[in-house]
């Protein structure tokens, strides 16, 4: 159980296009979606905060006009980066916190992360 | 802003070697999670510390959390090459009113050699 998938599992795009990552959680339903990014031996950074039929929260200095989120189901998040450039290659990870835990656990279960490669 | 220091920050050791992993903060948290990511992969969950003074056992791994629910360590028995990986603590916020966003560590990068 409290398995995530992220699709795709890497992508590479030309600078100026937009590329979108999907996070599903596929046998538990998440009223809670997180988008994190990750620099290589690094540990993680949060970028958003994503709840079912609500707008995303952000995180200081990251921009939402730049990265689009969407939690339309309680399966499926998404992420759109918008007009990409090199700099935002990374590699951008998902969470999803299980609707049944109790506020006290507060256990996230990670997808397997997207490689985003901008040339 | 609540901050977790993990350290230290990288580990290499030879395989059959004990090592441990601290988590501090300043701050109270309701949980703290452990996690081990492998390259190119998502972070696995190991285990949830809930409890002040909890201790939890996972084959060679032992995870504690301090009495102030501030802290916590993870220390690693006899230490195998296929523990070599990326471990995280993360803390979950005691106000309850982040949707359940967690506070990371830094990150410990652990290289067992054979």
């Known amino acids: 159980g409290a398995v995530v998938s992220q699709h795709p599992s890497w992508v590479i795009c030309k600078s100026g296009t937009s590329v979108k990552i999907e996070c599903r959680s596929l046998?538990?339903?998440?009223?809670?979606m997180f988008w994190y990014r990750q620099f290589p031996k690094q540990s993680l950074m949060l970028m958003a905060t994503s709840n079912e039929g609500s707008k995303a929260t952000y995180e200081q200095g990251v921009e939402k006009d730049k990265f689009l989120i969407n939690h339309a189901s309680l399966t499926l998040s998404t992420l759109t980066v918008t007009s990409a450039h090199p700099e935002d290659s990374s590699f951008y990870i998902c969470?999803?916190?299980?609707?049944?835990?109790?506020?006290?656990?507060?256990?996230?279960?990670f997808g397997p992360g997207t490689r985003l490669t901008v040339l | 802003t609540q901050l977790l220091e993990q350290s230290p920050q990288f580990l290499s050791i030879q395989e059959g070697e004990n090592l441990t992993v601290y988590c501090n903060s300043s701050?109270?948290?309701?949980?703290l999670q452990w996690y081990r990511q492998e390259p190119g992969e998502g972070p696995v969950l190991l285990v949830t510390?809930?409890?002040?003074?909890e201790v939890k056992k996972l084959k060679r791994l032992t995870f504690q959390f301090g009495d102030a629910r501030k802290d916590s360590s993870l220390h690693i028995t006899a230490a195998q090459p296929g523990d070599t990986g990326l471990y995280l603590c993360a803390g979950a916020d005691a106000g309850g009113t982040s949707y359940g966003k967690l506070t990371f560590g830094q990150g410990t990068i652990l290289t067992v050699h054979p």
């Open positions: 510390v809930v409890t002040g003074g």
């Open positions: 701050s109270v948290f309701s949980s």
């Open positions: 969470s999803a916190r299980d609707r049944r835990g109790g506020m006290s656990y507060n256990e996230q279960f």
């Open positions: 046998d538990f339903q998440a009223t809670t």
